[in-house]
């Protein structure tokens, strides 16, 4: 039997820092309005020179030197973002080319805050098919580019960054299962309303700018966390209390503490970032969880929930022994 398990993890931030005292002199907040309402002391934003596949190279490189493997050993290129550099190619392609990995397959999947996820359930098939060995799956994202720098209600809340693992095919569990779901009834509540067959020509104006009902999605984010949490702990048989680490998506310290109490998961096993990362989108949970494996609290052997929500809606858990 062939599964996957991560072999390395990276993560990469812009060097740019935007407190919250430097969004209180852009629109009318105060960094104690953002601290009690999310958590979120600083986020990370690109410079105008920098695009999402620079940030994805630095974390990729990271994640290849600590998995000891090197261009040529990687067999498969997954990226999770909403906001890769081009329409086409896929930035997995651009990805590719910049880190001089020899051709091969290279998918980008836009499943916004959950695309890390959903990469990452994708390439463990290819792998337990015996597709490919070393795959390269990265979250990432600037998704400061989408936001309205005017509009208090969403700006204060997003940061930009890289995440990524090596993901190898092993004797051993690893993944042990994952979790996928959506539902586009729910579009109107989290999107951007500019693409390549809508609304193209709107693009760079005022009009183009993250709309999110932000009440709405805390709630429906609340409720599906924990539900897809509890189906992959149900599917293998395993509780609360086997759980070492709880990874969710890093969006609101608040949803984070409210899914982890319908859950009955002590704060203490839950790696938090969104105070220092803010809401990253795809790059939040493989930086997290880059963060907890480097600061040596996430060891070896122990059990991590993956566990993601966003726009779409879309969902997804992955349960794994590290
Ligand atoms: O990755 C998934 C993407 N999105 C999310 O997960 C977001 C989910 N939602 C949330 O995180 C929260 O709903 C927010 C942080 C967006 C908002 O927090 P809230 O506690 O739900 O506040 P609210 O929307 O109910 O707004 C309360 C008040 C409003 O004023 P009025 O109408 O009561 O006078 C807002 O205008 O707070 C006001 N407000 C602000 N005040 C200062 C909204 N944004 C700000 C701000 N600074 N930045």
Redesign the pocket.
């Known amino acids: 039997m062939i599964y996957s398990r991560i072999a390395g993890t990276g993560r990469y931030l812009p060097d740019r820092i935007l407190t919250n005292a430097d969004l209180e002199k852009i ?4 960094d104690e ?2 601290i009690s ?2 958590g979120i002391e600083q986020r990370h934003a690109a410079n105008e020179d920098e695009f999402t596949s620079d940030l994805c190279v630095n974390a990729a490189r990271n994640a290849m030197e600590s998995a000891a493997v090197s261009p040529s050993d990687i067999d498969m290129l997954f990226v999770g973002t909403t906001t890769p550099d081009l329409i086409f190619p896929n930035i997995a392609t651009i990805i590719q080319h910049k880190l001089g990995i020899p051709a091969l397959p290279c998918y980008a999947i836009e499943a916004a ?1 959950s695309g890390f996820v959903y990469a990452l359930s994708s390439a463990d098939k290819f792998i337990r098919c015996g597709e490919a060995k070393k795959i390269l799956v990265i979250g990432a994202e600037i998704i400061t580019r989408l936001v309205d720098w005017e509009d ?2 969403t700006c ?2 997003f940061g930009d960054g890289a995440g990524a693992v090596i993901l190898e095919a092993s004797s051993n569990p690893g993944v042990l299962s994952t979790h996928l779901g959506a539902d586009g009834q729910y579009q109107k509540l ?1 999107y951007y309303p500019v693409g390549a067959s809508t609304n193209l020509a709107a693009a760079g104006t005022a009009d183009a700018s993250i709309m ?1 009902s ?2 709405d ?2 709630k429906v ?1 609340v409720r599906t966390l924990s539900e897809v949490a509890k189906e992959a702990l149900n599917t293998n048989k395993l509780s609360l209390e086997d759980l070492d680490w709880f990874i969710p ?1 890093q ?2 310290l608040r ?1 984070i503490q409210a899914a982890a109490k319908k859950l009955n998961m002590p704060m203490e096993k839950v790696i938090q970032t969104v105070q220092i990362h803010g ?1 990253t ?1 795809a790059a939040s949970i493989p930086m997290a969880f880059d963060v907890g494996v480097r600061d040596g609290r996430i060891k070896r052997g122990q059990l991590v929930l993956f566990d993601a ?2 726009g779409g809606f879309t969902w997804g858990a992955v349960l794994l022994r590290y």
């Open positions: 629109v009318d907040t105060s309005w953002i309402r999310t805050c208090r209600n204060v809340l989290l999110m932000g009440n999605v805390f984010a998506h969006a609101n949803i809401n989108s929500f966003g």
